[in-house]
């Protein structure tokens, strides 16, 4: 019988208090002194230290393995001796300093600690049925959706489809797209996005919408993750496929998408303000090789850039110069039409400066210029940073007041780390969810999200929940990620701004944590027009 093992955050709770400091670190620490008044309390300490200290980076490194494990409580440095297969010949310590730590091994330490050590997730079916009825549009989707259309079919077969985050673009296009499949028979639809939650969301959409607009039974393949990108027997319907999994293929099956390309007559782009990276043109460059193959763009952000008209420009020469923008009777800018009759919350935008000291050099500062976003390396000096840190937890306690559904957005996924382990040391219900969590994780923590619980919860998360992310009940935003990117700044705001009208909130607060020394963004009530320049010609 093996032994029941021993907890990462027990042995936490035994070792000495200057070692989980250290684990810790003095920004962390500095920061838990200043939101205690003093000196924080032991208990706090080691319970942020639980929390925040990632297991994975204290393991896999020998010097801080080695350390760790001198502080197992007593009788669990044999206990752990014994799993690895010590035969009790000499001392246990001795015989677990000598481990090589090879993958075994380290997989078995993990289940000792109590770490879930995950397999592979099995390669979803590449096959679903239909979902049920109930499929309608907004007029002002309905119009929107009927102008794209007679671009999609007209001289160069390719169009961007704006409308606002919160306003159901990707519903609008699953009626275009069951329109097609309807004219077209048979014939693939093929829909490119990044990231597991948005292609899962399009091919959960895309059921839903066939089950009321369709006319006959068709397949809905799923290309992303670990799924084999295999095209045997499909020939009529929808194919979702990661971009990733795209770009990959193209590496190991040079004809994949030659042979997609002859099955498809449209190609769907959701986020198609990426659609001229290099690596992705080239996925859509071979889709679109067909005369009669059509190109629709989605995005509430028709531009790359904030201030760079030629990278702009070239998105739209791409798309012909051809975008249908949301445009409502009476309104010049449809977004305060829309947050006027109830689809689109009312936003209130502010913004709280924490002056961290930090000094750009002329490295940083050149970096800055040159990017089309604030390089990483200056993130992670300024996610480590205590006085920072400190008005982006006060900023979420203030907000827990008046809200019950707070997202923000970290900086890096330590910083998410460490922010969640505070809050919730002060009492709050805080979570996260980053590109490091499990699938099971992120699921069961979004479902708790969209409860209905009257519960304050902040769900913290970096770099996964910018798109493809529907969670109405959230109605206030901190963005502790600086940015100069306009796309990523509008993405993030428009998680909360969906309006009673769509199952959302009638007003929401978002509060940008801003560093005097950084450029960034604190409102964005021009965003949604700031690209038209480069779309005007047409």
Partial sequence: MSSPGVAFARV??????????????????TLLDLLSGGTADEPMLRSVAAAAVSPEQVLSDSDRRKSFLEYLPAGKEGELAERLGWNKSGPASAFLEKCEWVAGQRQILLGFLGLIVERAPKAPPAFRGTAKAGYALFSHQRRAATRAHERLYADERRVVLHLPTGVGKTRTAMNMISDHLRAHEPTLVVWLARG????????????????????????????????????????????????????????????????????????????????????????????????????????????????????????????????????????????????????????????????????????????????????????TELSTNAQWNLQVVRTVLELSKEHTRILLFAA????????????????????????????????????????????????SNFGVLTTGFDAPAASAAVVARPTTSLVLYSQMVGRVIRGPKAGGTSTCEVVTVIDPELPGFGDVADAFTNWEDVWSSR
């Avoid at 000495?16 to 250290?22: F, T």
């Fill in 12 to 29: 936490l709770d035994v070792a000495p208090l200057g070692y989980v400091r250290g684990l810790l670190g003095e920004e962390a620490c």
């Fill in 196 to 379: 597991s939650e948005l292609l899962e969301q399009a091919a959960s959409e895309f059921e839903r919408a066939w089950a009321s607009l369709g006319n006959r039974d068709v397949h809905v393949a799923r290309m992303w993750g670990d799924a084999t990108p295999d095209l045997t027997g499909v020939t009529d319907g929808i194919v979702v496929l990661g971009l990733d999994k795209a770009v990959a293929a193209i590496k190991r099956d040079r004809d994949f998408l030659d042979r997609l390309a002859l099955k498809a007559t449209l190609t769907v782009f959701d986020e198609a303000h990426q659609a001229i990276a290099p690596t992705y043109r080239r996925v859509t460059d071979a889709l679109t090789l067909r005369r009669d193959s059509s190109l629709l763009g989605l995005t509430a952000t028709p531009g790359r850039t904030w201030a760079n008209i030629d990278e702009d420009r070239r998105l739209s020469e791409y798309f012909a110069q051809h975008k249908v923008m949301l445009e409502i009777e009476g309104h010049d800018n449809p977004v305060s039409a829309l947050i006027e009759d109830g689809y689109l919350a009312r936003p209130t935008f502010r913004t709280v400066a924490a002056n961290s000291g930090m000094k750009l050099s002329r490295n940083d500062r050149h970096a800055l210029a040159d990017a089309f976003d604030v390089p990483e390396g200056v993130l």
């Fill in 412 to 459: 890096s996924v330590e910083h998410s780390r460490l922010l969640v382990s505070t809050l919730a040391a002060l009492g709050l219900d805080a979570e996260q969810v980053t590109a490091d969590s499990s699938k099971q994780h992120r699921a069961k923590v979004i479902a708790r999200f969209k409860g209905k619980s009257n519960r304050p919860m902040v769900l």
